[in-house]
T-cell receptor, first 111, second 114 residues
Framework: RKEVEQDPGPFNVPEGATVAFNCTYS??????FFWYRQDCRKEPKLLMS???SGNEDGRFTAQLNRASQYISLLIRDSKLSDSATYLC????????????FGTGTRLTIIP | GEEVAQTPKHLVRGEGQKAKLYCAPI?????VFWYQQVLKNEFKFLIS????????ETGMPKERFSAKCLPNSPCSLEIQATKLEDSAVYFC????????????FGDGTRLSIL
């Protein structure tokens, strides 16, 4: 079983729609959680950190369920520029500071 | 600088040749990480540094791969006797305190082994 699992997609959704991505992680000691986006094999860019209380940044909402070891990302009113691969990323911490990546979910927004 | 700077952007080597990649972290960031991305978006952690000290090298292949971060110089990742399977994009990331702060990535170096 992979340490971080995501639905690889692809997700093809019309502009303006709402889309949700899910991610599960296997290490219960994980401390920090992130969503990164990656465009066409460019560098991953931080989209948002994910906090236990859930957090929102404009059209993006992230949720964390520690009990279920589950992370989600919701994108509302999707735009063409949201087309990218979304990477669920986990950091264990406490001396294990490397990032562990999911394989990413490919999203294409259709005009 | 304010960005992680990686050079070169592309590197082509014949199988068996040496490849050397460079990374300058964001100024003030004391942690540097190297990741390898092969096909299908699979990222593999290679090694991390805290300043010039190796912090975690559990992802480094035992043979052929080495890395350094020396004072006042870009960090480097060197691959000896390259193999076809070394073809990948190598990303460098830096962070202040990685347990609390996210890692910021450079543009990557695309290594092609022919």
């Amino acid at each position: 079983r992979k340490e971080v699992e995501q639905d690889p997609g692809p997700f093809n959704v019309p502009e303006g729609a709402t889309v949700a991505f899910n991610c599960t992680y296997s290490n219960s000691a994980s401390q920090s959680f992130f969503w990164y986006r990656q465009d066409c094999r460019k560098e991953p860019k931080l989209l948002m950190s994910v906090y236990s209380s859930g957090n929102e940044d404009g059209r993006f909402t992230a949720q964390l369920n520690r009990a279920s070891q589950y992370i989600s990302l919701l994108i509302r009113d999707s735009k063409l520029s949201d087309s990218a691969t979304y990477l669920c990323v986990v950091l264990v911490g406490f001396g294990n500071e490397k990032l562990t990546f999911g394989t990413g979910t490919r999203l294409t927004i259709i005009p | 600088g304010e960005e992680v700077a990686q050079t070169p952007k592309h590197l082509v080597r014949g199988e068996g040749q040496k490849a050397k990649l460079y990374c300058a972290p964001i100024k003030g960031h004391s942690y540097v990480f190297w990741y390898q991305q092969v096909l299908k978006n699979e990222f593999k952690f290679l090694i991390s540094f805290q300043n010039e000290n190796v912090f975690d090298e559990t992802g480094m292949p035992k043979e052929r791969f080495s890395a350094k971060c020396l004072p006042n110089s870009p960090c480097s990742l060197e691959i000896q006797a390259t193999k076809l399977e070394d073809s990948a994009v190598y990303f460098c990331a830096s962070s202040q305190t990685p347990g609390n702060q996210p890692q910021h990535f450079g543009d990557g170096t695309r290594l092609s082994i022919l």
